[in-house]
C-alpha cells in the first residue's frame, strides 16, 4: 500500500461525490430557483470532508442518533454533533433533518427513548443552533428493513401513544422558543478537526492501528460537556484568534501553513491544547523531518525521540507535579523537554521519570502537550486546569448532568438549563 495513494483517493472520492451533489443542485436550482438545497450529513462521517461540502450548500442539515441506553455519554455525543453542525453553517441555524422519535432498528440493542429524552435532545439541538426539528418517520413502515424503527405515529395508532403525546408536547414547546432561532452560541473554546488529518491518521502501517479519531475527539470534547464550557469546531486554516482556548486532538497531518497559524495563535496569546502524535507528516503523507514533531517542536518546548504504544489491555502509571497518581493506555511517548514543564511524568516501562504531560510559555500564549492517552477523570482534571488558566467559565455552576448554554441576540442574552438526569433537580440562577 502507498499512504500518498491512499491518502488522495480519499480526497478524490469526496471531492467526486462533492461533484454530483453541484450536478443535482444546478438542476434543482435551475427548477426551482427560490428552494433552499441541503443534503443531510451523518454527523462525524469519515467519508466525505464537510468543511467542503458545508460551503456549497444553501443550509446545513444533520441526522442525529444517539444511543438511548447511553443517557448522558449519549447527550455528551447529541452535543457535539449539534456544535459541529453550527459550526460547519458558521453559526447560521441549521436542520435537525432526521432523529428518531423513540427507538431505531439498526443497533444490536434498540433501547427506546425513555419519557422526557426524544424532548430534551430535541431542545438540546435547539440551544446549540437548529432552526428546525424533524423525525424520522412519520408513520412506522409496515414491512421492509424499517419496520421496527419507531414513527411519530406508531403501528398502533395515537391512542395510549406515548410517542405520539411526546411529539406533540414539543411542538407546543417550540412554539415559545422563537427569539433562540435570532440569538448566536458564544464559545471561547474552539476543537480542530481536519478530514485529511482524519484520513491519513487511520490508515494502515502506522505504530498503532488502535488510535481512531473519532474515539480521540469525544475524549477531548467531553471534559467540556461535563464543565459546561461550549466550543466549537474549527479547520485548521480557519481565523484563531477569538478563541481563548484551541483544543487539538491528534494533529497526524498538517499543512505548512496550518502550522503556522496555530503557532501565531499561540504568540499571539492563546492557548493551545495538542494531543499525542502531531505535527507528523505533511499534505503528501511524508514525514516532517528533523525530530517530531517537527512544525510544533519550539511551540511546544520539546521533542519526541519515539513511539510507544501500549498492547490491549497494558496500562501505565502516571504521576503528577502535584502527588496526583493516574493511569494511562492506548499510547505513549518517549519525550524530551526543550524548556516545556513536566505536568506528569510515567511512572512505570523503561521511560519511567519521563515527561507524559508538559506545558510551555510560548510569546504570550501558552502550549500544552499531552503525550498518551489519559482516563475519563484525569482528562477532565487537566482541562479543569487549562480551561481555568485561560480564564474560561461556565456561565452558571449547577449539578452534574444538567447542562447549560448561554446565547446572545437582539440585545438579549438566553441561559439555556437543560436537565438529562431522569429525576428533577433544583438548580440556583
Not at 456549497?56 to 447527550?75: H, Q
Amino acid at each position: 500500500a502507498n499512504p500518498t495513494q491512499q491518502l488522495d483517493w480519499r480526497r478524490f472520492s469526496s471531492d467526486s461525490l462533492l461533484e454530483l451533489m453541484e450536478m443535482e443542485k444546478a438542476i434543482l436550482h435551475e427548477l426551482t430557483p427560490d428552494i433552499p438545497v441541503t443534503t443531510n450529513f451523518l454527523g462525524f462521517w469519515k467519508s466525505t470532508d464537510q468543511w467542503k461540502w458545508s460551503k456549497r450548500e444553501d443550509v446545513i442539515s444533520v441526522d442525529s442518533y444517539p444511543d438511548p441506553a447511553e443517557s448522558l455519554s449519549g447527550s455528551a455525543a447529541s452535543a457535539m454533533l449539534g456544535d459541529l453542525v453550527r459550526s460547519l453553517g458558521n453559526g447560521r441555524p441549521w436542520l435537525l433533518m432526521e432523529q428518531a422519535p423513540s427507538a431505531v432498528n439498526w443497533r444490536r440493542q434498540n433501547a427506546p427513548k425513555r419519557p422526557g429524552q426524544m424532548r430534551v435532545w430535541s431542545l438540546q439541538a435547539v440551544v446549540r443552533g437548529a432552526g428546525a426539528i424533524m423525525f424520522f418517520q412519520w408513520r412506522a413502515s409496515k414491512a421492509g428493513a424499517e419496520k421496527h424503527h419507531s414513527g411519530m405515529v406508531q403501528h398502533g395508532g395515537v391512542e395510549r401513544s406515548r410517542v405520539w403525546d411526546e411529539v406533540v408536547s414539543l411542538g407546543n414547546d417550540l412554539k415559545h422558543l422563537d427569539a433562540l432561532l435570532h440569538s448566536r452560541v458564544m464559545a471561547d473554546v474552539a476543537i480542530m478537526l481536519d478530514w485529511e488529518n482524519w484520513w491519513a491518521l487511520e490508515l494502515d502501517s502506522k505504530p498503532s492501528m488502535d488510535v481512531k479519531f473519532p474515539e480521540q475527539l469525544a475524549r477531548h470534547f467531553e471534559p467540556l460537556f461535563r464543565a459546561n464550557i461550549t466550543a466549537d469546531f474549527v479547520h485548521p486554516g480557519d481565523n484563531l484568534s477569538r478563541y481563548k482556548l484551541v483544543i487539538i486532538p491528534n494533529l497526524y497531518l498538517v499543512r505548512a501553513e496550518h502550522a503556522e497559524n496555530i503557532i501565531r495563535y499561540v504568540e499571539n496569546g492563546g492557548t493551545v491544547v495538542l494531543s499525542f502524535f502531531s505535527g507528523i507528516v505533511h499534505e503528501d503523507e511524508h514525514f516532517w523531518l528533523v525530530g517530531y514533531p517537527t512544525p510544533f517542536r519550539k511551540m511546544l518546548g520539546l521533542s519526541v525521540e519515539e513511539f510507544v504504544p501500549a498492547m490491549p489491555g497494558q496500562v501505565n502509571k502516571l504521576r503528577f507535579a502535584d502527588g496526583a497518581e493516574t493511569t494511562s493506555d492506548l499510547w505513549a511517548e518517549v519525550i524530551h523537554l526543550e524548556g516545556a514543564q513536566a505536568l506528569a511524568t510515567f511512572a512505570e516501562n523503561y521511560f519511567a521519570g519521563q515527561p507524559a504531560v508538559t506545558r510551555y510559555r510560548y510569546g504570550q500564549g501558552a502550549a500544552f502537550y499531552i503525550g498518551t492517552r489519559l482516563r475519563a477523570e484525569s482528562m477532565f482534571t487537566l482541562m479543569k486546569r487549562v480551561t481555568d488558566g485561560a480564564g474560561i467559565q461556565p456561565a452558571l455552576t449547577v449539578p452534574a448532568g444538567v447542562e447549560v448554554i448561554q446565547k446572545e441576540g437582539n440585545g438579549k442574552t438566553y441561559l439555556c438549563i437543560l436537565n438529562h438526569l431522569a429525576e428533577p433537580v433544583m438548580v440556583d440562577v
